[in-house]
Every structure is written in structure tokens, then in C-alpha cells.
């Protein structure tokens, strides 16, 4: 399934999480587990969060992208409009393109 998700675009031209294991590097075009990492201040739900518009109200874009994804093994998660409606958590996701 095709999804979106908002990322951050690192000055070197990487790609990184938001929030959750900022740290890492997010490749294009390769198929990625979904991993556990909780977080103080953070809800734990494991999973990419992604979207199914290219829509987060909620979240600022300065630095970041959002990006095209392929998606398997997902659920739809119930979210306000303000936070951009439906959230879909992926177990497995790939960056088919930055838009």
C-alpha cells in the first residue's frame, strides 16, 4: 500500500526520523522493519507512522520532507484532524521517493 510519511532531510542530504531513534539513517528504496524504541514523552507504538495524504497539521515542515512509501503489514490508528486524520503503523516500509 502507498502511504506518506515526514522526515527529516539532514544537511548532507540523509534521511532521519522525527522523533523516535533520530539518529538513524533511513535509506531509500530498501525494505525496513519496523523497530521498538521507547521514548520518554512519547506513546509507544511500534511501527512507521505514516499517513495516508501528505497532510500533519500538527507538525512543523522547517527541515524536514515528506517522503512516498511503500507499506506491508499495517493497522489504521484513529487520530484527530488536527494530526492529520488516520495514521497508518507499518511494520514494514520502503521510500519509493522524497516528494
Known amino acids: 500500500?502507498?502511504?506518506?510519511?515526514?522526515?527529516r532531510k539532514m544537511?548532507?542530504?540523509q534521511l532521519s526520523p522525527?522523533?523516535?531513534n533520530k539518529k538513524s539513517r533511513i535509506p531509500i528504496g530498501v525494505w525496513l522493519p519496523a523497530e521498538a524504541h521507547k521514548t520518554k514523552?512519547?506513546?509507544f507504538r511500534k511501527g512507521w507512522h505514516c499517513t495516508l495524504e501528505p497532510v500533519a497539521p500538527h507538525l512543523s515542515?522547517?527541515?524536514r520532507v515528506w517522503i512516498?512509501?511503500?507499506i506491508e503489514d499495517y493497522e489504521h490508528?484513529?487520530?484527530?484532524?488536527?494530526?492529520?486524520?488516520?495514521?497508518?503503523?507499518?511494520?514494514?516500509?520502503?521510500?519509493i521517493r522524497e516528494l
Open 77 to 95: 490508528y484513529k487520530r484527530p484532524e488536527s494530526q492529520g486524520g488516520t495514521w497508518v503503523l507499518a511494520q514494514r516500509m520502503k521510500i
Open 11 to 13: 544537511k548532507d542530504g
Open 61 to 63: 515542515k522547517k527541515d
Open 41 to 43: 514523552g512519547f506513546a
Open 68 to 70: 512516498e512509501v511503500e
Open 1 to 7: 500500500m502507498k502511504a506518506y510519511k515526514l522526515i
Open 18 to 20: 522525527l522523533f523516535i
